[in-house]
């Protein structure tokens, strides 16, 4: 029987209306530079970015007394909001059935490596407070009828940390937190794009941005400063810097920015990659129950032919439906699960059929065809079996199963015109989520003094992740990094800071150009065609070194050229885009580098190499040019990192950071969190 929803539910659940912005306040300060009139306003902190992290981040450091502007490049329009898949994961301690234990926890965030100890015991410990405080703000997490929270298990999670408000998690996430800044009357700018950030010596002093509203006859570029002693990076991952990707259009973060800014940055050659619907039409992860429904998955050639291409993967029906269903919580495309007929084989497979120029589809009025037996739910593995069972699933179809398990799932693609119990799903392999990024120590502080990073935009997600940790993580060090800020002070920014506009506009004006032989939508196929094509699930050192070199030959041509600008409104585009190349640059330095010193495969990509020592198989036998490098323990416990010094990228390397274990006690410790030696612990970045 399918579960009986109430429409109003389904709606509230899939349908999310944003809160209304008010109106923004005028600058009470202009200056002239060059000729441009220059409006001027001055705050304690800047949070970029409008997505759950900034906003918690936001809303702490407001609480904390100090003054904070809200800087978005469009609200509402980011990843928090407008990502999600069939039932979005927020991964936070379990505290409903089973208790749990912060280290045990910690443990398993960090499992995949190259991420610090500290880190992870630090999310593990946050998540409590962190959930609580979404569920006391209004987020509506399923609770059964004792009040504990429902869980169920995730990616990379073997206890069953995950609870979900539905495909939504992560807008209601936003909403609630939204209603919140504005209920507080915090300043929120929308519609502005932070292009660089300023700095007095090696501080920051805040941001130079594009505002439409600030557009002039004196100011045709419509820049602005924001100057600030605390600076809040939050603008999510490098969306655009993948063709195939699942993120909403328009995502660019601030790689780019920071690596301008001197920043350095961590694990970047560490992303996550899965199966998704495609950007052309609505971009979503198909994840969880829309696979362990288990859809007919099939291809389509240009001749209009059906191709059963997983029937070469898999040696029986029940291995392959099986592993179909395990592509619900084992999403994320894994090196080591495409050997031995495992899950992962599958998004080789679909892979492999767009390199052929083939269409891939869900189709859920069909359940899979045969590879041996007819497909029937009475002949699947065990685990599967149980786990059906246990959710009263035995309906004869996949819609019927998804109707039943989650109906919401359903709902969601309606409000997009797509209609999945009558039409199938085209899906790809797509970029999901950078899990590198700005380097930040346990304060979320980055090595340049009063600049931090929360969220997708920090690099702590180590080269995997639990699915749902990095919503949790994004809330935790939202609220690590008001807590740091709020301790050691940021009041309203006095400085003069019209020399760090004047450097940041020469440099603005070097890249916007009226007559370069390259165009914005060039700059933007190259970049994404050469990420797709060099740097997906699959790579050789080769391919990776002939993109680096590239990707280098594009950035010196921007500097010697330009991008051209045809009109001003282009502006902050053309900036965004030379930003991305720039970003491009370091994922593909970092890569190399990892390639070159005899890096194998992990979480984001399998590195092919023939003399690798792990070689999938299909039913004809060995993929040899599937064969990859296994991931070698060392890589487990060091972090490359990368800076920029305005003319070449630098790579290094550094262990990850551990984490004490030892019993805090209160007395002993009581003392450095009265007087605030707590505060001066971190790692990355400088004492305060």
């Not at 610090?116 to 962190?130: C, K, L, M, P």
């Not at 619900?328 to 492999?352: E, K, N, T, V």
Request: charged share 20%; net charge negative; proline share 4%.
């Amino acid at each position: 029987m399918a579960l009986s929803v109430p429409q109003s539910t389904l709606d509230d659940l899939t349908d999310v209306a944003m809160p209304q912005l008010g109106a923004e306040s005028e600058a009470a300060e202009t200056f002239t530079l060059n000729g441009y009139t220059i409006p001027l306003r001055r705050t304690g902190a800047v949070v970029v970015g409008s997505g759950a992290a900034g906003l918690r981040a936001a809303i702490e450091m407001n609480r904390r007394g100090v003054e904070t502007a809200i800087l978005s490049q469009s609200a509402w329009g980011g990843t928090s909001a407008c990502s999600g898949s069939d039932k979005q994961t927020l991964h936070t301690a379990n505290t409903k059935d089973q208790g749990d234990d912060f280290l045990d926890m910690a443990a398993s965030i960090g499992a995949g490596g190259a991420m610090d100890e500290d880190t992870a015991y630090i999310e593990a410990v946050g998540s409590i407070r962190a959930m609580a405080s979404l569920q006391y703000l209004g987020l509506p997490l399923p609770q059964d009828r004792w009040g504990g929270t429902l869980r169920y298990q995730t990616d990379h999670d073997e206890v069953g940390r995950a609870t979900s408000c539905g495909p939504r998690t992560s807008r209601l996430m936003v909403k609630v937190l939204a209603e919140e800044a504005l209920r507080l009357g915090m300043p929120f700018f929308n519609h502005t794009t932070v292009v660089k950030v300023l700095k007095n010596g090696d501080r920051v002093c805040g941001v130079l941005a594009i505002r439409a509203k600030d557009r002039t006859d004196q100011n045709p570029y419509g820049l602005a400063v924001f100057a600030c002693c605390a600076l809040v990076l939050a603008a999510g991952g490098p969306g655009e810097l993948y063709r195939d990707s699942v993120f909403p259009n328009g995502c660019f973060g601030t790689l780019g920015l920071a690596l301008e800014a001197g920043l350095e940055l961590t694990n970047v050659t560490e992303s996550q990659f899965g199966i998704g619907t495609r950007r052309e039409g609505f971009p979503w992860n198909l994840s969880g129950t829309y696979v362990q429904v288990i859809p007919h998955v099939y291809s389509v050639d240009k001749e209009g032919e059906e191709h059963h291409f997983l029937a070469d993967f898999f040696r029986t029906t029940q291995e392959m439906a099986s592993n179909i269903f395990r592509k619900g919580y084992q999403w994320p495309f894994h090196a080591s699960r495409m050997l031995d007929f495992q899950s992962s084989i599958i998004d080789l497979a679909i892979f492999r059929e767009g390199q052929a120029g083939r269409r891939v589809f869900l189709d859920f009025t069909r359940n899979p065809l045969a590879v041996d037996q007819d497909f029937s739910l009475d002949r699947l593995d065990d685990d599967v079996s149980t786990y059906l069972r246990n959710a009263g699933v035995d309906h004869a179809l996949p819609i019927d199963r998804l109707r039943h398990m989650n109906p919401l799932a359903i709902e969601l693609y309606k409000r997009y015109k797509i209609d999945i119990a009558t039409q199938p799903l085209e899906c790809g392999v797509n970029h999901q989520h950078m899990n590198g990024g700005i380097a930040v120590d346990t304060w979320g502080r980055s090595n340049v003094p009063g600049v931090y990073a929360v969220g997708e935009a920090a690099g702590t997600h180590g080269a995997t992740r639990p699915g749902g940790a990095a919503l949790n993580a994004g809330q935790v060090f939202g609220t690590r990094v008001a807590e740091h800020v709020g301790a050691i002070g940021a009041p309203v920014c006095a400085d003069n800071v019209v020399q760090a506009v004047a450097d940041a506009v020469h440099d603005l004006e070097a890249v916007l150009a009226n007559d370069s032989p390259l165009a914005v939508k060039d700059v933007r196929s190259e970049v994404q065609a050469r990420m797709s094509e060099s740097a997906g699930i699959l790579c050789t050192g080769s391919e990776v070194a002939n993109a680096l070199r590239d990707a280098r030959s594009l950035n010196a041509q921007i500097k010697e050229y330009g991008i051209t600008v045809s009109r001003p409104s282009e502006a902050a585009r053309v900036l965004q885009w030379q930003q991305m190349a720039l970003a491009s640059e370091a994922v593909l330095c970092a890569l190399d580098a990892y390639i070159a010193n005899g890096g194998g495969s992990r979480g984001a990509r399998a590195i092919c190499d023939p003399a690798g020592d792990a070689l999938p198989e299909n039913v004809q036998g060995p993929i040899a040019d599937a064969r990859f490098r296994a991931e070698r323990d060392a890589d487990k416990h060091q972090q490359l990192i990368v800076i920029y010094d305005g003319a070449q990228m630098t790579v290094s390397s550094r262990a990850n950071r551990k984490h004490d274990s030892a019993l805090s006690f209160f007395e002993r410790d009581w003392p450095a969190w009265l007087n605030g030696d707590v505060f001066q612990s971190g790692g990355v970045g400088p004492k305060c």
